[in-house]
């Protein structure tokens, strides 16, 4: 399972990517193997103000919907287009092309708070 | 969560688990719903071949001089219609028309049937025949006892002429041979739930994990992949066959899903025959009818509501994103009024409305022979 080392983690699968006080963020390896073939992605709101653990939009396979919550607080600035055409790229780049949108970061105390790779994949071992 | 029984296994579950698959509850059992994925193994199904456990389906044998006889009084179709080695689709009904089940009944003899019954319906079906039992006919349920194989795609009857080539002639759609191998009686038919050409295998529990092995040693130079339940669903749903408990129920009867062709009211007696006569004469309220999304949206799912000019007049019964259309897909109960082919409705999908329109069944008409 691929748990990037330069990331953060929410329990829920999510994983932010911290840059110049703004953060880009998606679903994990783990989550898209469990979720299966994504056939659509419903994506945020671009200027939706949004507070950490909240849910922002919908990933959905074949089999089920399943929601996104933001890992940290702030507004949505960007968001991959791209997933509308191909939304499997979030099961084929999970942590690249597949990113899901971008946020600046109202609380960036917040990513401190969220999982290291090392606790992320504590979390992944103790599932099994 | 404890107080839950142990979900049951078939024969072939540690071959699924060796292969990698994503197991699920399916109706207390657990089955694979995909190996590789559910789009991956629906397209080897539409154009090569693929494989599927149906073991948590049920066999029930009916034999005896009246067996047929008895089975014209609990089934919708009729069975004398049945030569030797054929098989129909047909529905046993409560005595308000309503679905208990739909089956499969191939006649293997003059005088004894098999039928094959949904999974989560063996005991159900089982007490209700056995609660309506006659004499001169006699009920076997040998479920726990058999396995079952779908070898179903475009490649199919190649499949079987490698496997029996010389020695067995294809049976002809809706046919089933007998055929002894190695001392066991195995059932072949020629059905399926996928639209596709294809056959499903019947056998001893034991030569399940066998059957399975060389079928897809055999099938390798097709193509072949072992397929879940997740692409038995997406290929059913584009093809219209109906799933027991989410597109039939016991509130439903054949003539509301549009099945009438396997009602036969010419008999003189079934159970629910009464009322399906009622609903022919004074007409239904409301029709199974399959619609397609108009624009690009979430697939939809059971449950979902229907709404015609800002009104809910429905709710999906099944729905997914159809893999071969690329659009999503799926099955309602319209009112009367609306159950028209081109008719623009509206599917609610969290909270939005989005268009889609009523088609004609099936929604897609695979190459099948």
Redesign the interface.
């Known amino acids: 399972m691929n748990v990037p080392e330069d990331l953060r983690y929410a329990a829920s699968h999510e994983w932010i990517r911290q840059e110049n006080g703004a953060g880009t963020v998606g679903i994990t390896d783990h989550a898209q193997q469990e979720l299966?073939?994504v056939?659509?992605v419903?994506l945020p709101k671009i200027g939706a103000q949004v507070k950490a653990g909240q849910q922002v939009c919908?990933v959905?396979?074949?089999?089920a919907?399943s929601d996104i919550y933001t890992p940290t607080s702030g507004t949505i600035t960007e968001v991959n287009d791209a997933l509308?055409a191909n939304p499997a790229l979030l099961n084929t780049d999970p942590f690249g092309d597949g990113w899901i949108y971008r946020i600046t970061l109202s609380a960036p105390e917040e990513v401190a708070q969220l999982k290291t790779p090392e606790q992320y994949r504590e979390q992944l071992g103790s599932a099994h | 969560m404890s107080n839950l029984p142990p979900l049951k296994q078939t024969p072939l579950h540690d071959e699924h688990i060796r292969l990698g698959a994503?197991m699920v509850d399916f109706g207390g059992w657990s089955m694979p719903?995909?190996y590789t994925?559910?789009?991956?193994e629906h397209r080897a199904v539409r154009t090569n071949l693929g494989v599927f456990d149906i073991s948590h389906m049920g066999q029930f044998f009916v034999s005896g001089p009246d067996a047929g006889t008895w089975l014209n009084c609990l089934l919708t179709n009729n069975v004398d219609r049945l030569s030797i080695g054929e098989c129909q689709y047909t529905f046993l009904l409560n005595e308000k028309g309503g679905v208990i089940d739909d089956l499969i009944v191939y006649r293997i003899e003059e005088s004894r049937y098999l039928l094959v019954v949904n999974a989560a319906k063996i005991e159900e079906d089982f007490a209700w025949m056995h609660a309506h039992l006659r004499e001169g006919a006699h009920l076997e349920n040998q479920s726990d006892h058999m396995a079952g194989l779908a070898v179903q795609g475009p490649k199919a009857a190649q499949l079987f002429d490698a496997f029996f080539g010389g020695s067995h002639s294809r049976p002809a759609r809706n046919e089933i041979l007998t055929i002894p191998i190695d001392g066991e009686l195995y059932y072949v038919a020629r059905t399926g739930y996928t639209g596709e050409d294809g056959f499903e295998v019947f056998c001893p529990a034991d030569r399940a994990v066998k059957s399975w092995t060389d079928i897809l040693e055999r099938g390798a130079s097709f193509e072949i992949k072992p397929c879940g339940l997740?692409a038995r669903d997406?290929l059913r749903l584009e093809v219209c066959y109906p799933l027991n408990g989410s597109d039939l129920s016991p509130e439903t009867t054949p003539i509301e899903a549009g099945l009438t062709l396997f009602v036969d009211l010419q008999k003189p007696e079934f159970i629910g025959r009464a009322r399906l006569l009622q609903q022919r004469e004074e007409g239904v309220t409301r029709r199974l009818v399959p619609f397609k999304m108009l624009v690009?949206?979430?697939?939809p799912?059971a449950h979902y509501g229907v709404f015609k000019g800002g009104v809910r007049i429905a709710e999906t019964t099944s729905g997914?994103?159809s893999?071969s259309l690329n659009v999503g897909i799926g099955l309602a109960y319209i009112p009367t009024a609306y159950a028209r082919i081109g008719e623009e409705i509206q599917i609610e999908i969290?909270g939005q409305q989005y268009p889609a329109v009523i088609e004609k069944r099936p929604l897609l008409r695979p190459n099948a022979k």
């Open positions: 299966t073939d056939v659509f419903e919908v959905e396979s074949v089999k919907a509308s | 994503k719903v995909q994925g559910i789009l991956d997740g997406t690009k949206s979430p697939p799912r997914t994103l893999p969290r």
